[in-house]
């Protein structure tokens, strides 16, 4: 049984389309670009050459199409029919505080993602339109929403309220929300899989460390803590986005430079995090890296700090569970900086927990690099988001 999974951004489409039967990728491509001058198709078919097509794409419903009609290409194409795909999965960012969970897409499910427009202003309206694009194409097809927020729906009000005046909480919904759901959902699945918890007596924190990045206190399989808050800009230092500041910083520094709020905000999100404390270095750890065994102090400072970052919520997401089992590193940097893992177990020997440097330094995939006697196991689990949306449009849909 096939699924698609798809993740529409304001001008780009991302799919999979995966086998569920062995959980293997039959294509996967993206299409750049939509309602821009040089709209682009790349076809990735498993076993096959890549393929990929320049042509005006105006909108969503064109992209869509191009991308079923590339499915059943004679050449490029893994199906013969759109029949052989049995459901599609949205990844949707918000679901606000209405969806805890995946669901199948009706008319009420798209009222909610459209009234969570404000709450996600450049994804959420995409994300519909990907939605209403594989409607109009595939009428018969069932649609599944899978919430980038809906892992953190398990939060009680003690993580996820602000202490700000209740009146925004109940006007607004402003909230902590969480983000990367799908990602620390199925790695903390994994991670019990794979270290041999129990699951109804589990306390994991997965640190997702990519271009964005969050960590969360997973407590018998359920969220009870994660670093991004309404929008995803709270938390760990990130590629460009500052993660946890003192709010007055934005007014201070908005006086000085004569900067409107929304100027300051997307500074904080586009031109800060290790990209501006480095000075500009780079967003890319491998950049980084590279600066940092120069000498250079701006990248060391940066990823000390980065570092420290994460290992003091890990200091405090274990108080908050009272315990941790397994801590477990996934995403672009989580999986493919050893240093980075090294620097932040460095801050954790009070709990007891050691890591093994070969195996730290020279394994790949998914591995436990925690050395004998560790208290506390430390693992390396990829993150799968498109396996992770397949798997739950499957179990929403009861295929
Ligand atoms: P996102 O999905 O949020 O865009 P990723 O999870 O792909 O981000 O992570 C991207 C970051 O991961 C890059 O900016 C880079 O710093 C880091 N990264 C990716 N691959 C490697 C690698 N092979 N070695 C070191 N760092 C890597």
Known sequence: MNILVLNCGSSSLKYQLINMDDESVLAKGLVERIGIE???????????????????????????????????????????????????????????????DSIAVNEDVKRVIRECFDLGPLHNPANLIGIEACEAAMPEMPNVAVFDTAFGGSMEPK????????????KYSVRRYGFHGTSHSFVSKETIKFA??????????????GNGASISAVVN???????????????????????????????????????????????????????????????DFRDLKAAMDKGDKLAIETIQAYTY????????????MNGV??????????????????????????LGLKIDEDINNNAKG???????????KVLVIPTNEELAIARETMQVLGL
């Open 159 to 170: 993580a996820y309220l602000y202490a700000i005046p209740r009146e925004y909480y109940e």
């Open 196 to 209: 041999g918890l129990n699951k109804n007596n589990s306390k994991v924190i997965v640190a997702h460390l």
């Open 366 to 376: 998914m591995f436990d690099l925690s050395a004998e006697g560790s208290k506390v």
């Open 38 to 100: 040089g709209s682009r198709l790349t076809h990735k078919p498993s076993g096959k050459d890549v393929y990929t097509e320049q042509r005006d794409m105006p909108d969503h419903n064109v992209a869509v199409k191009a991308v079923l009609n590339v499915l059943i290409d004679e050449k490029y194409g893994v199906i013969k029919d759109a029949s052989e795909i049995a459901a599609i999965g949205h990844r949707v960012l918000h679901g606000g505080k209405y969806y805890s």
């Open 325 to 350: 089992d397994a801590i477990t590193f996934t995403a672009g940097v989580g999986e493919n900086s050893p240093y980075i893992r090294t620097m932040v177990c460095e801050y954790l020997g009070y």
């Open 221 to 283: 399989g359920k969220c009870v803590d994660t670093s991004m808050g309404l929008t995803p800009l709270e938390g760990l230092i990130m590629g460009t986005r500052s993660g946890d500041i003192d709010p007055a910083i934005v007014e201070f520094v908005a006086n000085k430079e004569n900067l409107t709020i929304g100027e300051m905000i997307n500074i904080l999100n586009k031109k800060s995090g290790v990209y501006g404390m480095s000075n500009g270095i780079s967003s």
């Open 309 to 320: 970052r994460v290992a003091k919520y890990i200091g405090a997401y274990t108080a908050a």
